[in-house]
T-cell receptor, first 111, second 113 residues
Framework: GQNIDQPTEMTATEGAIVQINCTYQ??????LFWYQQHAGEAPTFLSY????GLEEKGRFSSFLSRSKGYSYLLLKELQMKDSASYLC????????????FGRGTSLIVHP | DVKVTQSSRYLVKRTGEKVFLECVQD?????MFWYRQDPGLGLRLIYF???????EKGDIPEGYSVSREKKERFSLILESASTNQTSMYLC????????????FGQGTRLTVV
């Protein structure tokens, strides 16, 4: 399997900025996904990075460094509704492109 | 609006029962997946299918089987349910390319008593 590592839990204050880190296996790299999952709901797609650098999408940005096997998700102007799990995932190599997930980071946003 | 639909949101079954979880997608995706999600363990792949009648074992296939007779439908079967199969089951589908996301069903919370 592929080793994807991310923190288990983070807390932050409404209006603040939070960075959720993810390290992954660099061999057979096919890009890196971030998903958001609210409690009791299905994961939904946030971002995909395959090139180095920062990609911004409104309040959410995702960064990739292929040489370091490192990505982060940056959430700005945090809102209470951002309380959720954030899942880092990469597709397997070899042509199947099976999404393989980290254990997820539970983000708690408090007032 | 694209959709992956799982047949049940909640299920309670008895130990030893044969359980069928159904998943249908309307996006004409080749790939379909079954995961289970448990606290602290994340999403773990049970089975994967890349075409009709084709299937591959994932990381935790023991105690499960699958069926894909039509492209849009992927079924997960628990041959003889056990209490350690109590979990959230998530079905997903995707195109067979590295840069497209997976779309998930709403999940089935299965309790085996």
């Amino acid at each position: 399997g592929q080793n994807i590592d991310q923190p288990t839990e983070m807390t932050a204050t409404e209006g603040a900025i939070v960075q959720i880190n993810c390290t992954y296996q660099t061999s057979g790299f096919n890009g890196l996904f971030w998903y958001q999952q609210h409690a009791g709901e299905a994961p939904t797609f946030l971002s995909y990075n395959v090139l180095d650098g920062l990609e911004e999408k409104g309040r959410f940005s995702s960064f990739l460094s292929r040489s370091k096997g490192y990505s982060y998700l940056l959430l700005k102007e945090l809102q209470m509704k951002d309380s959720a799990s954030y899942l880092c995932a990469q597709p397997t190599s070899g042509g199947s492109y099976i999404p393989t997930f980290g254990r997820g980071t539970s983000l708690i946003v408090h007032p | 609006d694209v959709k992956v639909t799982q047949s049940s949101r909640y299920l309670v079954k008895r130990t030893g029962e044969k359980v069928f979880l159904e998943c249908v997608q309307d996006m004409d995706h080749e790939n379909m997946f079954w995961y289970r999600q448990d606290p602290g363990l994340g999403l773990r792949l049970i089975y994967f299918s890349y075409d009709v009648k084709m299937k591959e074992k994932g990381d935790i296939p023991e105690g499960y089987s699958v069926s894909r007779e039509k492209k849009e439908r992927f079924s997960l079967i628990l041959e003889s349910a056990s209490t350690n199969q109590t979990s959230m089951y998530l079905c997903a589908s995707s195109l067979p390319t590295e840069n497209t996301e997976a779309f998930f069903g709403q999940g089935t919370r299965l309790t085996v008593v």
